[in-house]
């Protein structure tokens, strides 16, 4: 992409001296008149008025002059913005994610990101477990803040731990059990489960499944339902029990309670995945600043 031309006239017709313009562009002399002349031939008008002692725009030199510095100013913008592009200063980042166990983490971080990076979109996707490794798998997210459940398993990804988050049983607080600090597996043999679908969260229904038939008993199903809202509320409508992260305190009806689980099974980790192979240039920046928030708020914590 050759501008020479129009970057000499622009020159010649703001110092009106081919001299002065070759010592500001550190070409000769004979050089700018060459690229003067080839601009001139292509547009087919003449842009200066040229005697031995001066040199004068021509009207339609004076009009193409606005369009050449717009032109320029363009091409100078688009280059910026191309080189941005490529480094990841411009763009979106596609973000899925829980509806609560980010909350608190999440909107600081992209604050953070956003005021050292304005000129990057982000987008929020909400989507439960299932979803999410599908969307990140297909490119639709470029990252996930999920669940470890099942997560690690799956080839191709990166992910970084946040923190850890116990799971609960959450029972209604009439139920014979509700006033206890922990509970033993083995003790809700005899009980019903409320639960997510499967396909909502595989590797939460399965664990669940796998955990009760590892104490010697299967859980006694008897309803399930495409959100976590709907669990709880059949919950707290003593319909059953339900075993989930205890994060789902913070929004959960005041008459739910969420009890320990004895033992260190039940525990699942809060974290960030991303596929390895990601065409994304601004994705790595995002992570930059991820582990800069966790390493602070790890300063943080040992310091108290």
Not at 148 to 171: F, R, V
Not at 215 to 236: Q, Y
């Amino acid at each position: 992409m050759d501008m020479r031309p129009i970057r000499y006239f622009i020159s010649v017709a703001e110092h009106l001296n081919f001299t002065e313009a070759s010592k500001q562009l550190f070409v000769a002399q004979p050089a700018v008149s060459q690229q003067i002349a080839y601009l001139e031939k292509k547009l087919g008008v003449k842009l200066f008025n040229r005697t031995k002692h001066s040199v004068q725009l021509t009207h339609a030199g004076t009009v193409f002059l606005k369009d050449a510095r717009e032109m320029i100013k363009k091409l100078d913008e688009s280059i910026k913005n191309v080189h941005q592009a490529e480094n990841g200063l411009i763009g979106t980042i596609n973000i899925g994610l829980l509806s609560v166990p980010v909350r608190d983490f999440l909107p600081p971080l992209i604050r953070k990101f956003r005021h050292k990076h304005p000129l990057v979109n982000i987008r929020l996707n909400y989507y439960h477990v299932g979803q999410m490794i599908e969307k990140l798998k297909s490119d639709e997210l470029d990252i996930a803040f999920t669940l470890s459940l099942g997560l690690q398993s799956i080839g191709g990804l990166e992910y970084k731990t946040l923190w850890t988050q116990p799971h609960c049983i959450i029972m209604h607080r009439d139920h014979p059990l509700a006033n206890r600090t922990s509970i033993n597996i083995t003790e809700l043999a005899e009980e019903s489960f409320v639960m997510l679908e499967r396909e909502v969260s595989p590797p939460g229904f399965d664990l669940l499944m796998a955990a009760c038939a590892n104490n010697g008993f299967s859980a006694n199903l008897v309803n399930t339902a495409s959100h976590i809202e709907a669990v709880l509320m059949m919950v707290d409508a003593e319909m059953g029990i339900t075993i989930l992260p205890k994060y789902f305190q913070l929004y959960a009806s005041p008459t739910l309670r969420f009890i320990n689980i004895e033992g260190d099974d039940f525990k699942v980790d809060v974290l960030a995945s991303w596929k390895k192979i990601n065409k994304n240039p601004s994705l790595p920046l995002l992570i930059e600043e991820l582990e800069l928030q966790l390493s602070q708020q790890k300063q943080m914590v040992d310091l108290g």
